[in-house]
Each structure stands twice: as C-alpha cells, then as structure tokens.
C-alpha cells in the first residue's frame, strides 16, 4: 500500500493510533469502580492529518471509541478527512487496537487500513512477505513505558512500534523481496505552563531501513539523518466530570533527509506536491485541533 510504505494511519498526538487513556475521569474520591470497566468515546478535528513527521492529508475528523476492562481495552479509531487540502478524494481509515496498559506498561497490536475497494483483512491472512504488493493492511506491535502513569510529577514516556504483517519489505542486493521489521521509537516528556496550559515535546528516530527511510539505508547515507519527528505540541484541557474538551496547536520537524527542496509550508508547493502522491515533501508541518470526548468508569 503506498500510503501505509511512507506512513500508515494517526495516532493522533504522535503516539499510538487508539489513545487507551480515558480523558474524562471521575475523580471524586470514594467513587467506586468495583467491575474495572472503563468506556470512552469522543472525536479529534484537525487541520491535517499528520503522523509520525510525515502529513498525511487536510482537514479530517478523527473518532475513536475504547472499551477497557483492569487494563485490558479494544480500541477503535478511523480518519474521515481529504487526502489532499484540494478536497478532491477522500482518505478513510480504519484502526483496530487491542492491548494492556497498567503500571505505566502498555502492549498492544493494532491492525491499520486505508479502504480502497479491499477485504479489510487480506485474503489468505496476514504473510511475511503479501501476495499482493497494493494490499493497504498492515499489522504494528507497540511497547511503551509512561513513567507518569506511575510518577506524575515525572511525565516521561518511552515507545516502540514495530510493523510485523503486511506490505513492508525490500528488494534486497540480491533482487529478495526482504521484510523491513519498519520501526519507529519515540521519546516523550510533559512540561506544565502556566494558565494549565501543557507542552508536550516528542522525537521520534528510525533505526534501521524501512518506511520511515523510505527503505533506504539509514547510516550509510552521510546526509540523512534517523530523526523521524521533532514534535512540539501545546494544548489547554477542560474537564467536567466526564466530559473532556481540548484545543491545541502543534508543529512536526522531519529531519530525515532534509534539504531546502522539501522545507516549504506555502499551501500551492504542498498541493501540487500531494497531486503527485509525494507525502514526503513537506517535511516541516503544524496543524491545530479539537477534542471532545466522554468516558465513563464502572
């Protein structure tokens, strides 16, 4: 799929696609939660899709719904957005997550499709190695550590995302199609401003070869760097009960393989550039946003 080789779909902030941590909390104390059930169900609207140092389309609405159970959760989250700012062609997502997180440990594996008149589970299952090269489902192992889930005055996050199924290979020196193991890994910390106001900055870097490098090889290139996402994010949250709202602004730095070619924010360079399938050009992007959602514990 070519939009899943340069990228794959949203995590909204950067991080994971289904965001397990419930916004709205009920925070009166004594409340009981005697079953650890957990529900959440809300909508993000943006300027433009972005996701990992790359942009991925224009002005998307971006729900998600998440069920949890004492750290267990299924998580749904979709894109319904342009895939250009020219509105000519839609973009849709659909995100299916399933994982753990307590104790600040969070697991989980989501399965990522683009709609482009395809099963949404590719025929045969998921292979090493897809009999269909267009095929746009992929399959992404996530590991992360959040150190404030534990230590809140210590908001720092570590996470790892790998692509273990689906369209994510090579051709290697000797013509083999070869697996990418595509992996991206990004580093978190949280600052309070005054006014409740939060900044949150992020880099993410790209190890080895695969979608992030535009399977080229990282090191041996003396003039890219493994930077994927250099990400500054200040957002002011209000909550009320079990109603969560919050608006913010964002900008994203990819140095991989920077140069002045493919630094410009001007909307014509970027439209003409997206006409041509290039989501690579624009590398430094910033978009501002809206969420509201609910959640609930039982």
């Known amino acids: 799929m070519k939009k899943t080789l340069l990228v794959l779909a949203l995590a909204l902030i950067g991080v ?3 965001p397990y941590q419930a916004y709205a909390k009920d925070k009166e104390e004594g409340a009981k939660k005697e079953l650890g059930i957990t529900f959440e ?3 993000d609207v943006v300027s ?4 990992r140092g790359y942009n991925l389309g224009g002005i998307s609405i971006q729900p998600s719904a998440t069920f949890g159970w004492k750290g267990l959760y299924v998580c749904g989250w979709a894109n319904i957005g342009a895939d250009n700012w020219t509105f000519e062609d839609l973009n849709p997502e659909l995100d299916i997550t399933i994982g753990y997180d307590d104790f600040g440990v969070q697991v989980d594996l989501t399965h990522l499709h683009y709609f ?3 099963a949404y589970f590719p025929k045969g299952g998921f292979k090493v190695i897809p009999d ?19 230590v809140e005055s210590v908001p720092l996050s570590i996470d790892w995302y790998t692509t273990i199924f689906g369209n994510d290979y090579f051709i290697n020196d000797q ?4 697996r990418a193991w595509s992996t991206y890994i990004e580093l978190g910390y949280q600052f309070k401003l005054p006014l409740g106001i939060i900044l949150d900055t992020r880099v993410g870097i790209t190890p080895w070869r695969g979608m992030y490098s535009n399977y080229e090889e990282v090191w041996r290139n003396a003039k890219t760097v493994a930077i994927n996402n250099i990400n500054l994010r200040l957002q ?3 909550e009320l009960k079990h109603v969560f709202l919050g608006v913010w602004g964002e900008c994203m730095l990819n140095c991989y393989g920077i140069d002045k070619t493919n ?3 001007e909307l014509s360079s970027v439209i003409n550039e997206f006409e041509q399938g290039n989501n690579n050009y624009q590398r430094l992007n910033w978009r501002i946003g809206a969420s509201l959602y609910f959640g609930s514990e039982w």
């Open 48 to 51: 433009s899709y972005l996701w």
């Open 16 to 18: 994971s696609a289904c």
């Open 132 to 150: 269909d090269t267009t095929s746009t489902s992929t399959m992404e192992l996530h590991a992360g550590f959040h150190l404030g889930d534990i």
């Open 175 to 178: 013509g083999e199609a070869q």
């Open 263 to 265: 630094v410009k924010t």
């Open 236 to 238: 002011r949250d209000f």
């Open 116 to 118: 482009n008149n395809e």
């Open 41 to 43: 169900v809300g909508a």
